[in-house]
């Protein structure tokens, strides 16, 4: 009868990678019991909490023993290590196989997260699979004498739907071919089963599929991060007394990176959803959300077992006739929480699976059990007939069991000889080792890493593709003589052929070079190796430190991309910001893949260069604070110099479908595709080049801005200079002059307020000098408008006059308006237009505009900005504070200027009620004419008090336009200075220029800032001195 119970789901998260440390990552997860909790990084108070049938704290209270095996740091400790995950897991596999039931093991998570650790191990500390097979054997010597074992063990690897056999040297073109029989379900036709006997025959042949699987990884260019692995052991138990066999089929799976689903739905791509890299994970998704929607009662018509390769093989594990168990491996870190929260939906779901595991038994050995319950029967009727056909039948069966069992016999004989000679093979390698240099490779799996080796034999040896060589390499830009390598009284050179890329310790080399013992070597894209110098130079040192990110982050170093070119800042608790750096490890976790794929538009000639960029690299925002970073990917043709730009997701989803294509051309298939079908094609479009910020402050005053500014790229490099005017008018658009001029922005509160943005000419495209057939357009969003507006397009001139003038009305200036002006800039964008590209549209429709047509802003109707929205994370420079402690005084001078005001206003006042209390007491004695002169001579202190009020007004708007004006100088300089960046170059002379060079900005800043703030306060106090004099000599 079928046992019914559901998937058993663990999670387990791990410690910090290197990578996570250095970036200052957060834990996020925290465990209790079986629960598991995520806090969201940018809203901790947001919590998730999931519970499963265990929960794993790996992460941390753990020490490494003598023998390096990781074990609990003290008794309170709550760390699980490879020894509890097994006692778990791994011996539930076994009970379930000893009982005679299917069991399949499933790792589950993104690449990194500790899945092949969980499964494989490393190093002493060993993973379920191998001690699963360990265990399994043990029990078996420890049985009965009157029971047979027969345990045979095969190795897969699934890859674009392609099935590869990694216990067999010979691979089939197109992989091997699924059947499906009625009583097995799915099984893989030609799969090498290979009989063992004992555990280290086992070990041997995981040694062996895992050098397969690393040499054709490289050779087919698929990371094991994009594969899955599948381990089956059939395990059968024959019980000669009881005439009863069991037969158990383990099945133990290392799915490839959970992320990778995510990134191949890449939005605004036209080839979306176009890999079949994916498509075996997506699928298994689809299936274990079908059947937890049918588990909790839905309606499901369709599971779509049949949809990929994964999901047919394991058909039987979700739903079927299998005791399941998933582990979910996921990361502690803050920069994962995406990820790992997909992680722990997934395993939400995939614990409402049901499935249905019934003890396996032969039809055969269920036949004599009936016979024999018959022939009970028939014995107390004394029915002779039926012990004659009962005899003959169980004669029939002792004569296959013994074939069965000659046949096993022989299998495993066989099988012994040929590990015998691998054995051997392995052996004589290792000496060689122990007296000679070689090479050993650096894999993106830490477990595929130093499984391949290559002796270097003195004398010379070429190194390529070509069998002729005495080291043969496969892999994506290695040629058929791609280096010579040469070993000569100890000493190792190596000289790559013509045009061949050969990289050592980051730097490409062209000429014959010495290797060091530990040296890295980079051949074709991305073949990475390590060089083990002769024993006379070997050391002590762990080894492990030379890693897939160390030698990537050494390529990045050498090219001039660091964490300090990001222009990290630090945050208040004085850790690096782990947003930046997340970006700096996508830069180098993207840079092998993108040499890779400019390999193939190589050998494709497809004619395109990629290019890693991080966009807003040196780029802000309209209050000037930073903008967040992201990775992008430029694309260039080389030939017709088009240009695109590709987001990380959308670039990942493309190099699956390069990756396809590249393999049909390695298997000699047509690879002429339409544009549409086309990874490597997209439609021409529009590029955002570069842009500029000027500062509105003068508009708030309705002072005229004429600027000069520089329109920068996201490196802060100049990509043109602007002419642009920001004119503060009339309704009618006449230009205010001076005396329209106001002191304080308070002033036009509730009142109208007209301006235009007049763009004369760009100076200098870089856009149109690099390609005189390109044209630009400007674009600018201001304050609510609901869209940006852009000129009419110029081409084919590299100094276009644009002559674009566009008026604004404010109707009733709001509080938030004038907060826009004083602490805003308008940030003007530079766009670059291809031949064949789309126009951005530079009408003005769905925009509210007066009768004479200037557009409206600062709309009721329309939504206000929130101010308060802003990031605290943002960081402002210390030169950026100056400035911002400068506007404070200015703030203060105005309160000065405010009281000033109210004091005229009070003397206004008075002379009034004395005026009106002179006329009420006109007297009709002939002292009536000194009362006229007096009144004559209060008329004129008026007067002269209002002139000294105007008077001083003026002034002080003068005082103000020039310091205003020194401000958008100042403002100017400070962005060059925070954009000015050291030569990438390691260069000493280029070095010292720049500190000259800076240090000569910095002091001219100073100084400008200075002057600036001693001429206002010196201006200030003259006008305030003046004052006082007039207002002393009008009581005279």
Same mark, same amino acid.
């Not at 590709?646 to 000699?668: A, P, T, V």
């Not at 205010?736 to 509730?750: A, K, T, Y």
């Not at 429709?845 to 943002?874: C, F, R, W, Y």
């Given at each position: 009868?079928?046992?019914?119970?559901?998937?058993?789901?663990?999670? /387990?998260?791990?410690? !910090?990678?290197?990578?996570?440390?250095?970036?200052?990552?957060?834990?996020?997860?925290?465990?209790?019991?079986?629960?598991?909790?995520?806090?969201?990084?940018?809203?901790?108070?947001?919590?998730?909490?999931?519970?499963? &049938?265990?929960?794993?704290?790996?992460?941390?209270? !753990?020490?490494?023993?003598?023998?390096?095996?990781?074990?609990? +740091?003290?008794?309170?400790?709550?760390?699980?290590?490879?020894?509890?995950?097994?006692?778990?897991?791994?011996?539930? #596999?076994?009970?379930?196989?000893?009982?005679?039931?299917?069991?399949?093991?499933?790792?589950?998570?993104?690449?990194?997260?500790?899945?092949?650790?969980?499964?494989?191990?490393?190093?002493?500390?060993?993973?379920?699979?191998?001690?699963?097979?360990?265990?399994?054997?043990?029990?078996?010597?420890?049985?009965?004498?009157?029971? @047979?074992?027969?345990?045979?063990?095969?190795?897969?690897?699934?890859? $674009?739907?392609?099935?590869?056999?990694?216990?067999?040297?010979?691979?089939?073109?197109?992989?091997?071919?699924?059947?499906?029989?009625?009583? @097995?379900?799915?099984?893989?036709?030609?799969?090498?089963?290979?009989?063992?006997?004992?555990? +280290?025959?086992?070990?041997?042949?995981?040694? *062996?599929?895992?050098?397969?699987?690393?040499?054709?990884?490289?050779?087919?260019?698929?990371?094991?991060?994009?594969?899955?692995?599948?381990?089956?052991?059939?395990?059968?138990?024959?019980?000669?007394?009881?005439?009863?066999?069991?037969?158990?089929?383990?099945?133990? =799976?290392?799915?490839?990176?959970?992320?990778? @689903?995510?990134?191949?739905?890449?939005?605004?791509?036209?080839?979306?959803?176009?890999?079949?890299?994916?498509?075996?994970?997506?699928?298994?998704?689809?299936?274990?959300?079908?059947?937890?929607?049918?588990?909790?009662?839905?309606?499901?018509?369709?599971?779509?077992?049949?949809?990929?390769?994964?999901?047919?093989?394991?058909?039987?594990?979700?739903?079927?006739?299998s005791r399941t168990i998933m582990i979910a491996a996921i990361s502690p870190a803050d920069i994962c929480y995406e990820e790992t929260l997909s992680t722990l939906r997934y395993a939400e779901r995939?614990?409402?699976?049901?499935?249905?595991?019934?003890?396996?038994?032969? %039809?055969?050995?269920?036949?004599?059990?009936?016979?024999?319950?018959?022939?009970?029967?028939?014995?107390?009727?004394?029915?002779?007939?039926?012990?004659?056909?009962?005899?003959?039948?169980?004669?029939?069966?002792?004569?296959?069991?013994?074939?069965?069992?000659?046949?096993?016999?022989?299998?495993?004989?066989?099988?012994?000889?040929?590990?015998?000679?691998?054995?051997?093979?392995?052996?004589?390698?290792?000496?060689?080792?122990?007296?000679?240099?070689?090479?050993?490779?650096?894999?993106?799996? %830490?477990?595929?890493?130093?499984?391949?080796?290559?002796?270097?034999?003195?004398?010379?040896? &070429?190194?390529? *593709?070509?069998?002729?060589?005495?080291?043969?390499?496969?892999?994506?830009?290695?040629?058929?003589?791609?280096?010579?390598?040469?070993?000569?009284?100890?000493?190792?050179?190596?000289?790559?052929?013509?045009?061949?890329?050969?990289? =050592?310790?980051?730097?490409?080399?062209?000429?014959?070079?010495?290797?060091?013992?530990?040296?890295?070597?980079?051949?074709?894209?991305?073949?990475?190796?390590?060089?083990?110098?002769?024993?006379?130079?070997?050391?002590?040192?762990?080894?492990?430190?030379?890693?897939?990110?160390?030698?990537?982050?050494?390529?990045?170093?050498?090219?001039? !991309?660091?964490?300090?070119?990001?222009?990290?800042?630090?945050?208040?608790?004085?850790?690096?910001?782990?947003?930046?750096?997340? =970006?700096?490890?996508?830069?180098?976790?993207?840079?092998?893949?993108?040499?890779?794929?400019?390999?193939?538009? #190589?050998?494709?000639?497809?004619?395109?260069?990629?290019?890693?960029?991080?966009?807003?690299?040196?780029?802000?925002?309209?209050?000037?604070?930073?903008?967040?970073?992201?990775?992008?990917?430029? #694309?260039?043709?080389?030939?017709?110099?088009?240009?695109?730009?590709?987001?990380?997701?959308?670039?990942?989803?493309?190099?699956?479908?390069?990756?396809?294509?590249?393999?049909?051309?390695?298997?000699?298939?047509?690879?002429?595709?339409? $544009?549409?079908?086309? %990874?490597?094609?997209?439609?021409?479009?529009?590029?955002?080049?570069?842009?500029?910020?000027?500062?509105?402050?003068?508009?708030?005053?309705?002072?005229?801005?004429?600027?000069?500014?520089?329109?920068?790229?996201?490196?802060?490099?100049?990509?043109?200079?602007?002419?642009?005017?920001?004119?503060?008018?009339?309704?009618?658009?006449?230009?205010?002059?001076?005396?329209?001029?106001?002191?304080?922005?308070?002033?036009?509160?509730?009142? /109208?307020? &007209?301006?235009?943005?007049?763009?004369?000419?760009?100076?200098?495209?870089?856009?149109?000098?690099? #390609? +005189?057939?390109?044209?630009?357009?400007?674009?600018?969003?201001?304050?609510?408008?609901?869209?940006?507006?852009?000129?009419?397009?110029?081409?084919?001139?590299?100094?276009?006059?644009?002559?674009?003038?566009? @008026?604004?009305?404010?109707?009733?200036?709001?509080?938030?308006?004038?907060?826009?002006?004083q602490k805003n800039a308008l940030i003007v964008d530079l766009w670059g237009l291809q031949e064949g590209c789309a126009e951005l549209d530079s009408s003005q429709q769905d925009m509210a505009v007066?009768?004479?047509?200037?557009?409206?802003?600062?709309?009721?109707?329309?939504?206000?900005?929130?101010?308060?929205?802003?990031?605290?994370?943002?960081?402002?420079?210390?030169?950026?504070?100056?400035?911002?402690?400068?506007?404070?005084?200015?703030?203060?001078?105005?309160?000065?200027?405010?009281?000033?005001?109210?004091?005229?206003?009070?003397?206004?006042?008075?002379?009034?009620?004395?005026?009106?209390?002179?006329?009420?007491?006109?007297?009709?004695? %002939?002292?009536?004419?000194?009362?006229?002169?007096?009144?004559?001579?209060?008329?004129?202190?008026?007067?002269?008090?209002?002139?000294?009020?105007?008077?001083?007004?003026?002034?002080?708007?003068?005082?103000?336009?020039? !310091?205003?004006?020194?401000?958008? =100088?100042?403002?100017g300089q400070f962005l060059k200075l925070k954009h000015y960046k050291p030569p990438e170059e390691d260069n000493v002379q280029l070095l010292r220029q720049f500190a000259e060079k800076q240090s000569?900005?910095?002091?001219?800043?100073? &100084?400008?800032?200075?002057?600036?703030?001693?001429?206002?306060?010196?201006?200030? +106090?003259?006008?305030?001195?003046?004052?006082?004099?007039?207002?002393?000599?009008?009581?005279?």
């Amino acid at each position: 009868m079928p046992c019914s119970d559901s998937v058993k789901v663990a999670v /387990r998260v791990r410690p !910090f990678s290197q990578r996570e440390k250095n970036a200052g990552s957060r834990c996020v997860i925290s465990m209790n019991s079986n629960t598991t909790s995520i806090h969201d990084p940018k809203n901790p108070s947001n919590m998730k909490t999931f519970t499963f &049938d265990l929960a794993y704290w790996s992460h941390s209270g !753990f020490i490494k023993d003598a023998d390096g095996k990781l074990m609990s +740091a003290d008794p309170s400790s709550k760390y699980a290590g490879q020894k509890e995950v097994f006692c778990d897991l791994g011996q539930g #596999v076994l009970d379930s196989a000893w009982q005679g039931y299917n069991a399949t093991l499933l790792a589950y998570g993104p690449t990194g997260s500790g899945k092949s650790y969980s499964m494989i191990g490393c190093g002493a500390n060993r993973g379920i699979i191998p001690v699963v097979c360990e265990e399994l054997f043990k029990t078996i010597q420890n049985q009965e004498k009157n029971r @047979q074992y027969q345990v045979t063990f095969s190795m897969l690897e699934i890859y $674009n739907e392609q099935v590869i056999d990694l216990l067999s040297k010979v691979k089939k073109p197109g992989g091997l071919k699924l059947r499906e029989d009625q009583q @097995q379900g799915f099984y893989v036709d030609g799969l090498k089963l290979v009989p063992c006997d004992s555990y +280290a025959q086992i070990e041997r042949l995981m040694e *062996q599929g895992t050098k397969i699987r690393t040499t054709a990884s490289t050779s087919m260019n698929a990371t094991s991060s994009r594969s899955h692995m599948v381990i089956t052991i059939q395990f059968k138990q024959i019980f000669l007394k009881e005439d009863i066999t069991k037969q158990s089929i383990i099945n133990m =799976v290392d799915l490839a990176g959970s992320e990778r @689903q995510k990134s191949s739905g890449s939005e605004g791509d036209r080839l979306r959803e176009g890999s079949r890299v994916n498509l075996s994970l997506t699928t298994l998704g689809n299936v274990i959300s079908a059947l937890a929607e049918a588990a909790i009662g839905k309606k499901v018509l369709h599971v779509p077992y049949r949809d990929s390769v994964l999901t047919k093989l394991l058909q039987s594990a979700l739903g079927g006739n299998s005791r399941t168990i998933m582990i979910a491996a996921i990361s502690p870190a803050d920069i994962c929480y995406e990820e790992t929260l997909s992680t722990l939906r997934y395993a939400e779901r995939t614990k409402k699976i049901t499935n249905k595991a019934v003890i396996n038994a032969s %039809p055969t050995e269920k036949l004599i059990k009936e016979l024999k319950a018959e022939n009970y029967k028939l014995s107390f009727f004394g029915n002779s007939g039926s012990h004659d056909h009962l005899r003959c039948l169980l004669a029939e069966n002792e004569l296959r069991i013994q074939a069965i069992q000659a046949t096993w016999e022989y299998r495993l004989e066989e099988a012994r000889k040929e590990w015998e000679q691998q054995y051997a093979a392995i052996t004589q390698e290792g000496r060689m080792m122990e007296t000679l240099p070689y090479l050993v490779n650096i894999n993106e799996d %830490p477990q595929l890493s130093g499984v391949l080796k290559y002796i270097i034999q003195d004398g010379s040896s &070429d190194i390529g *593709q070509s069998s002729s060589n005495a080291i043969t390499l496969r892999g994506l830009g290695i040629l058929d003589k791609h280096a010579t390598i040469t070993n000569s009284n100890g000493k190792v050179n190596i000289k790559p052929q013509d045009n061949c890329k050969v990289i =050592v310790n980051g730097v490409a080399i062209v000429v014959k070079t010495k290797l060091q013992h530990l040296d890295r070597i980079i051949l074709g894209s991305n073949n990475a190796y390590l060089y083990i110098g002769p024993p006379s130079d070997r050391t002590n040192e762990d080894l492990s430190r030379y890693d897939y990110d160390f030698v990537q982050s050494e390529l990045a170093a050498a090219k001039g !991309f660091s964490v300090d070119k990001l222009g990290t800042g630090n945050k208040k608790d004085g850790k690096p910001d782990p947003s930046v750096l997340a =970006v700096f490890h996508d830069y180098i976790k993207l840079m092998p893949l993108i040499s890779e794929a400019n390999q193939m538009s #190589v050998e494709l000639k497809k004619d395109l260069k990629l290019e890693l960029k991080v966009k807003n690299l040196a780029s802000s925002d309209s209050r000037g604070y930073d903008l967040q970073k992201e990775i992008i990917v430029k #694309v260039t043709h080389n030939i017709t110099n088009q240009v695109w730009i590709w987001s990380k997701s959308k670039f990942i989803n493309r190099k699956f479908l390069m990756e396809e294509l590249y393999q049909r051309f390695l298997d000699g298939e047509d690879v002429q595709v339409d $544009n549409e079908n086309d %990874p490597f094609w997209d439609p021409v479009e529009v590029i955002h080049l570069g842009s500029a910020h000027i500062w509105l402050q003068s508009l708030a005053y309705c002072m005229k801005l004429e600027e000069q500014i520089e329109l920068l790229n996201s490196e802060g490099k100049e990509e043109a200079i602007l002419l642009i005017n920001i004119i503060p008018c009339s309704p009618n658009g006449s230009a205010f002059g001076e005396d329209d001029m106001v002191i304080d922005p308070l002033e036009l509160l509730g009142k /109208r307020l &007209d301006f235009q943005i007049h763009i004369l000419q760009c100076f200098g495209v870089k856009w149109i000098r690099e #390609v +005189a057939q390109r044209g630009i357009q400007i674009g600018y969003k201001v304050y609510d408008l609901p869209c940006s507006l852009y000129t009419k397009p110029a081409w084919k001139n590299v100094n276009p006059k644009l002559e674009e003038l566009i @008026q604004f009305s404010v109707m009733n200036t709001s509080h938030a308006f004038l907060n826009y002006l004083q602490k805003n800039a308008l940030i003007v964008d530079l766009w670059g237009l291809q031949e064949g590209c789309a126009e951005l549209d530079s009408s003005q429709q769905d925009m509210a505009v007066t009768p004479k047509g200037s557009i409206i802003i600062d709309n009721p109707k329309a939504e206000i900005l929130n101010h308060a929205g802003l990031n605290t994370d943002n960081h402002v420079a210390e030169l950026y504070q100056k400035l911002l402690k400068l506007e404070q005084e200015t703030e203060l001078l105005r309160d000065i200027n405010r009281a000033l005001r109210d004091e005229n206003v009070l003397l206004k006042e008075k002379l009034k009620e004395y005026e009106t209390e002179t006329q009420s007491k006109t007297p009709k004695s %002939p002292i009536k004419k000194q009362a006229t002169r007096t009144t004559l001579s209060a008329s004129k202190d008026s007067r002269a008090v209002c002139n000294s009020r105007i008077s001083c007004d003026a002034e002080f708007a003068k005082a103000l336009k020039a !310091f205003y004006q020194n401000m958008n =100088v100042i403002r100017g300089q400070f962005l060059k200075l925070k954009h000015y960046k050291p030569p990438e170059e390691d260069n000493v002379q280029l070095l010292r220029q720049f500190a000259e060079k800076q240090s000569h900005m910095l002091k001219d800043f100073g &100084d400008q800032l200075e002057s600036s703030i001693s001429k206002l306060k010196n201006d200030v +106090a003259l006008i305030i001195k003046k004052k006082r004099e007039r207002q002393a000599n009008s009581k005279q």
